[in-house]
């Protein structure tokens, strides 16, 4: 199968806050050289605990952190020009699904504001393919004019999926799409991405720190620490015969 | 021997109003933690665990829009429903601390970590700063903290999550509590910082004898700290037992689905078994089994609410399930 994303080389940095008057300003690596490469319809599962830098991966990849280095996506280098030009086709969900959505706006503007770039303006046509996308993640068609606090968390997160499919991207990058859900909600959620992918071929970057939830997700595992991948592989490669003595602690917890 | 009770709870009910009626959060609760005690208090969101827990240290809006009713309602031997505002000031945070599950919410955004700890200190026991400073390093590096003076000069929005539920942890103990209600105190926690935690708190528990109610939708972590759980759903206890046997060979249908949905069970990249569709909004109280729309085992007879009946075989396990021992 062919390469849909490579990235070399990614390097995100912050300035430190300032410990005192006259010290020169510190930084913090939230990313450092850190390369990925993803083939279409395959799922990279990316693990690692709270400042790992995972978040911040998934961020730069999507253009949305100032990052270093160099992704190509398609075989085309990824310049700000380059991702206007996309179309969607790459999208991200995010971990919380009360932050990232829109409180002042239906569901239907909310799952269809993206199909506003790409010329589809009428809110007829809109509505009509929201409904379309709400039946696709199995929110109930009725939702389409209602606003997403009335929808629970498990919903919500629907919602988010739903938005991030609307342009039919190539790939999802999953932001702990399950961390804020309850056990049997997170089930359900893992079972939809799971339907989703085997009928439309998307691939995912699959980013959690729960350990058996990565592992059921992906075909390949990177695992995050410091802001670098510490070891990466084929899946059953990673939980047969972790190299890393981290990965090895991280992998303890599940038996 | 029979240890003295932290928390008695008999029959407690709370419910909310909004503009389409009551809502009810809590029906008919029953739980006890005795002293030196870990109990688990499991459920998902909207089951009443939080408000369960809150309703212990009048941490609840009571009033026109919510009302509360209990047979007892005690917390370390004081009855919280006829207390008087001096005696639950006593009770708080001395006695009966609470943890949190929103760190950013619990801390206040204008003060250091340092104040937020000298608050509670000095608060609970007059002591020099420098004594107060001294201390709460200690309880920070227990914490797991490695650097105690950086983070005692940070602002809550300096550090990470992690850390900021840690030192909520931390002030949870600074009194010597002989009770903590810890409502998902560890959710914002990365795995191995949570199996620190689980391990340190298991260690203070032996220690200090103190009790801990622990709030959590997280089955494994419950398991390992916790000696006795209760499985609430929607708003009502359907499974109590000691934590390992319930957590392992569970009674009830709900417990069951719970278990059988973890992603571990299952080959990678296949589908996991759900229980299907979602939990009541506790708006409407419908009679009977309120777990009777998504249970594989629903029949006739659950349209009458089951009572939390003892098990035949066990009589330190209970079930609200017409087919108890059955299934």
């Not at chain 2, 300096?158 to 998902?184: H, K, T, W, Y």
């Not at chain 2, 391990?199 to 203070?204: A, D, F, M, N, T």
Request: proline residues 5%; hydrophobic residues 40%.
């Amino acid at each position: 199968m062919s390469i849909l994303l490579e990235a070399r080389n990614l390097t995100v940095r912050y300035d430190a806050p300032a410990q005192g008057l006259g010290v020169t300003k510190k930084h913090v690596h939230a990313l450092n050289g850190v390369s990925v490469s993803l083939r279409e319809g395959a799922t990279l599962g990316v693990l690692g605990e709270s400042g790992s830098g995972k978040s911040t991966l998934a961020f730069a990849l999507a253009g949305l952190a100032p990052v270093a280095g160099e992704i190509l996506f398609q075989g085309k280098r990824l310049t700000p020009a380059v991702r206007r030009h996309m179309r969607g086709a790459m999208q991200i969900v995010f971990q919380d699904p009360r932050s990232s959505l829109n409180p002042r706006m239906r569901i239907w503007e909310i799952c269809t504001e993206a199909l506003l770039l790409s010329g589809i303006r009428s809110d007829k046509k809109r509505i009509g393919r929201a409904e379309a996308l709400l039946a696709e993640v199995g929110l109930p068609v009725e939702c389409v004019n209602r606003y997403p606090h009335e929808l629970s968390g498990g919903q919500r997160q629907r919602l988010a999926i739903a938005r991030a499919i609307a342009s039919q991207p190539k790939l999802l990058i999953l932001d702990e799409p399950t961390s804020a859900l309850d056990v049997s909600i997170q089930a359900q959620v893992i079972n939809l991405l799971l339907d989703l992918q085997q009928r439309t071929g998307m691939a995912y970057i699959f980013i959690s720190h729960d350990v058996g939830v990565v592992r059921h997700m992906s075909d390949d595992i990177a695992v995050m620490r410091y802001g670098e991948i510490i070891e990466t592989g084929a899946r059953d490669k990673i939980f047969d015969a972790p190299q890393h003595p981290y990965t090895r602690e991280l992998l303890s917890v599940l038996s | 021997m029979t240890r003295a009770s932290a928390i008695d709870i008999q029959d407690l009910t709370v419910r909310f109003a909004d503009d389409s009626g009551w809502r009810t959060a809590v029906r008919s609760l029953s739980l006890q933690v005795r002293e030196g005690e870990v109990v688990g208090l499991i459920g998902e969101s909207g089951s009443g665990k939080s408000v369960t827990s809150s309703s212990l240290l009048w941490l609840l809006p009571l009033g026109d829009r919510c009302r509360l009713t209990a047979e007892r309602l005690d917390v370390l031997g004081l009855n919280v429903l006829d207390a008087t505002e001096r005696e639950m000031r006593n009770l708080r945070g001395a006695q009966a601390a609470m943890v949190f599950q929103e760190p950013m919410t619990a801390l206040d955004p204008l003060r250091s970590i340092r104040r937020h700890m000298h608050d509670v200190l000095l608060a609970h026991k007059p002591q020099s700063s420098r004594d107060a400073y001294a201390l709460s390093k200690q309880l920070l590096s227990e914490m797991g903290i490695e650097d105690p003076d950086r983070v005692l000069h940070c602002y809550p929005h300096q550090l990470s999550g992690g850390m900021r539920q840690r030192v909520l942890l931390a002030m949870a103990f600074s009194c010597n509590p002989r009770l903590i209600i810890a409502d998902e105190p560890l959710t914002a926690l990365d795995v191995t910082t949570q199996h620190q935690i689980v391990k340190l708190v298991r260690r203070k528990t032996q220690e200090s004898g103190v009790a801990i109610l622990f709030v959590s939708h997280d089955l494994s972590v419950v398991r390992s700290l916790c000696e006795r759980v209760y499985v609430m759903y929607a708003g009502e206890v359907v499974e109590t037992g000691p934590a390992h046997h319930v957590l392992t060979r569970p009674h009830h249908p709900y417990t069951q689905g719970l278990l059988a949905s973890r992603p571990e069970l299952f080959a990678p990249r296949t589908r996991l078994d759900t229980i299907a569709g979602q939990a009541p909004s506790g708006a409407d109280a419908a009679e009977g089994c309120q777990f009777r729309d998504r249970c594989p085992h629903a029949f006739e007879k659950c349209s009458v609410r089951p009572p939390l009946q003892a098990s035949a075989g066990d009589p330190e396990r209970a079930s609200a399930c017409w087919l108890e021992g059955a299934i």
